[in-house]
């Protein structure tokens, strides 16, 4: 079952417009929330960047946060989700509204993805600063698509766009976190990348065990030589990583990634 513009409908009996700009031209937002216990993690953060996104496209909001929440728990409840995905997306419709669909998202991530860790593959792509939609989660989404599942054919985990200069930008599906001399480093947005809900969390941590993440510019190298390496989205958390192309990172040595790890499923189980 699943929710369109507020009502409860089959997923086979769901009819939208091919008319809308949301399907001629991917006019449209969307977010993916990890379901635990019934209840979808970090929903505020999740709402207030569908909010931020649909305004950067000229969208209105589909719905009011208060309703939105209303509509979420509506969903889980009568799909019986205890522990999955929630996929939230807004799109142009025919009459110039927004749209709305609120759908279970199946995902193939289980808690043995942290015990073996991530596997990324390099992909080159051009620099991003002037790409301002990029910085946004919209329905043009095929070339993450397109690049996680060529990753996925390869036998790794997800891509890692590295762009002309050999900067670090981001996973096709995940943001990427290094350790330095014990210290947490992410790519900054400036650079041209999404910046999930989960980089967000981990960026606004403070534990004992470890200094807060910041921002800046990592470079291939900088990345070759970091101790540990770890990639977060919304599903997985934060996941470490045990290999890029032909590096490879100890997963038995990696206390800080562990750490993070911690602190975020700690924050998300609130």
Same mark, same amino acid.
């Given at each position: 079952m =699943?929710?369109?513009? $507020?009502?409860? @409908?089959?997923?086979?009996?769901a009819a939208v417009s091919p008319l809308g700009e949301g399907f001629q031209f991917g006019v449209g !937002?969307?977010?993916?929330? %990890? !379901? /635990?216990? $019934? /209840?979808?993690?970090?929903?505020k953060a999740h709402a207030e960047r569908l909010a931020r996104d649909a305004q950067a496209l000229g969208l209105l909001p589909a719905s009011e946060p208060s309703v939105l929440a209303e509509r979420c728990a509506a969903c889980i409840a009568v799909n019986r989700m205890d522990d999955g995905g929630l996929k939230i997306v807004w799109f142009a419709d025919t009459d &110039?509204?927004? $749209?709305? =669909? =609120?759908?279970? %998202?199946?995902?193939?991530? &289980?808690?043995?993805l942290a015990e073996r860790g991530f596997r990324l593959t390099t992909l080159t792509c051009a620099s991003r600063e002037s790409r301002t939609f990029s910085r946004h989660k919209t329905l043009n989404y095929l070339e993450h698509l397109h690049a996680k599942r060529a990753a996925v054919s390869a036998g790794f985990d997800d891509a890692l766009w590295v762009d002309e200069r050999g900067i670090v930008l981001e996973g096709a599906t995940t943001n990427i976190f290094a350790v330095i001399d014990g210290r947490i480093f992410t790519p900054d947005e400036k650079a041209g990348? @999404?910046?999930? =809900?989960?980089r967000r969390v981990v960026l606004e941590l403070a534990a004992d065990?470890?200094?807060?993440? /910041?921002?800046?510019?990592i470079t291939r190298e900088m990345l070759a030589n970091a101790a540990e390496v770890f990639v977060t989205n919304s599903l997985i958390g934060v996941v470490p990583v045990r290999s890029w192309d032909e590096r490879n990172y100890s997963l038995a040595e990696n206390s800080v990634t562990r750490a993070v790890a911690a602190a975020f499923a700690a924050v998300a189980n609130r």
């Open positions: =699943i929710l369109l513009n $507020g009502k409860l @409908l089959n997923a086979a009996a !937002v969307f977010t993916t929330m %990890r !379901v /635990r216990s $019934g /209840r979808p993690q970090f929903f &110039g509204s927004t $749209g709305e =669909i =609120i759908s279970q %998202r199946p995902h193939s991530y &289980g808690p043995e990348l @999404l910046p999930g =809900i989960a065990d470890f200094e807060p993440a /910041r921002p800046t510019t």
